[in-house]
């Protein structure tokens, strides 16, 4: 990847960033006793198709289950 | 680099038998709630299943080398044989209205060239609250705030 495209890169990254901080904001604002992270993550995987959500919930809940045997 | 299923060629094939032979079935639980956005975590797929033992669901398992295994005593009703591992089946719904009536509420949400009828969000959150097991109220903030999550970003996207 060359310098310009890294650049247009990660400055499309923090767009994207500021702008999902600002939705969380909003929300926070309307439901000022919701957790932000749980907001934040929730934003982040409805921009995910349903089956990826999915294979990342049970990928970490039977991560979690071998941890605890 | 595609995205790996979460279901495997024989749990699609199953889940795929049952809609092709009309079984009424919905996903429910905390994996019905991670394909909405959820952030939560879970081990396998709730079912449930409007008639359990029916006749069109027995011929539907059979078609695809796997059964239904009625309760006993010490076990609840399960599906066995091939692509049944990751699937529970669920016999009550605390807190909720008949199969039919959630059913109504629910939503449908294409998985793997099928569409299945999941629970409806605010109807798990409800559900949970109902049940109020120990597991359930770690799971009731969650389901809340991403409850409140999804409604504004819907409401951001009114036609999706």
């Known amino acids: 990847m060359n310098q310009r495209v890294r650049s247009e890169t990660a400055a499309n990254a923090q767009r994207w960033a500021r702008r999902l901080c600002a939705r969380v904001d909003n929300i926070l604002a309307a439901h000022p006793s919701a957790d932000r992270d749980n907001v934040r993550h929730t934003l982040i995987l409805l921009e995910q198709p349903p089956l990826e959500r999915l294979q990342r919930s049970l990928i970490r809940g039977r991560a979690f289950a071998i941890f605890r045997k | ?160």
């Open chain 2, 1 to 160: 680099m595609a995205v790996p299923l979460p279901f495997s060629e024989n749990e699609l094939r199953l889940l795929g038998a049952l809609l092709d032979h009309k079984v009424r079935f919905m996903i429910v639980g905390l994996s019905a709630a991670a394909l909405q956005g959820a952030p939560v975590v879970t081990q396998d797929v709730d079912l449930w299943f409007e008639h359990l033992g029916d006749e069109a669901m027995s011929r539907a398992l059979r078609e695809v080398g796997a059964a239904y295994v009625p309760p006993s005593i010490d076990n609840p009703p399960m599906l066995a044989g091939a692509g049944a591992e990751l699937f529970d089946l669920v016999i009550r719904m605390d807190g909720l209205g008949t199969f039919a009536e959630e059913l109504e509420h629910s939503v449908e949400i294409p998985l793997g060239g099928y569409r299945v009828k999941v629970l409806a969000l605010g109807r798990i959150l409800a559900s949970k609250m109902a049940a109020n097991r120990p597991k359930d109220k770690l799971a009731i903030p969650v389901l809340r705030d991403a409850l409140a999550a999804t409604q504004a970003a819907a409401q951001r996207r009114p036609n999706t």
